[in-house]
């Protein structure tokens, strides 16, 4: 079932918050700040080891209830059950936006067609960190017998970038692999990237969802 289509400037709460804009637009923090001792209490949530704070933005507690009444009319509590429920909403693709499965407990159903689909990602998944592992502690190696030194992500999009942000944010645990990344359709990105390579010890990954995209067809072509 697709989500509804609503506009949200067409909404009451949408009407509310620009009148509500036009009281605050020249609000000013530090008096925020000074009027309410309680305010970075208020205005903030804790998980886990998680901190947000969100207090030192121009909002007030009507902000917050005008944005909930805005979530409401736009039906947003039932769009995030379809999305997790595995309910086709991806209108351009007719199918389900399954991330959330991805990130899933093994323990966990989500039926896509009447059918559990985690012991199929589960399988999958488990068959990547195999691999993964394989390459890290140097059991599979290159075409000529070489251990592999480097590895090259070509994708574009949340396949580059995902990867990308993953990458730099744990640099800190580096091992002996050198991740580079081809998003540019440009030639001189890739030949960039490939002149500091030795092909005998570099391993190639395709990112794609569909494996229909230009640049990445492109560029894997031309790699």
Do not use: C
């Not at 890290?136 to 190696?141: L, V």
């Amino acid at each position: 079932m697709a989500l509804d289509t609503i506009n949200p400037s067409g909404t009451a709460a949408w009407e509310k918050l620009r009148h509500h804009f036009l009281d605050m637009q020249y609000s000013s923090m530090r008096d925020m700040f000074a009027s309410d001792e309680s305010r970075a209490s208020k205005f903030h949530l804790e998980w886990k080891n998680f901190l947000v704070d969100y207090s030192k933005n121009i909002i007030t507690e009507e902000t917050i209830s005008t944005l909930l009444e805005l979530a409401n009319e736009m039906n947003l509590k039932e769009a995030i059950a379809k999305y997790f429920n595995g309910d086709i909403i991806n209108k351009t693709e007719n199918r389900a936006v399954l991330h959330t499965a991805l990130r899933a407990d093994d323990t966990a159903v989500i039926n896509v067609d009447g059918i559990n689909i985690l012991p199929e990602i589960s399988a999958v998944k488990n068959k990547i960190r195999l691999f993964s592992d394989d390459i890290i502690n140097d059991h599979r190696k290159g075409f000529t017998g070489k251990s592999f030194t480097d590895v090259v992500n070509i994708g574009i999009g949340g396949s580059d970038l995902g990867p990308a942000m993953a990458v730099e944010a744990l640099q800190f645990y580096k091992n002996h692999l050198t991740v580079h990344f081809v998003s540019n359709v440009d030639g001189d990105h890739v030949n960039e990237v490939l002149k500091k390579l030795n092909p005998e010890t570099t391993l190639f990954v395709i990112v794609s969802k569909t494996y229909t995209t230009q640049e990445t067809l492109s560029n894997s072509e031309t790699i």
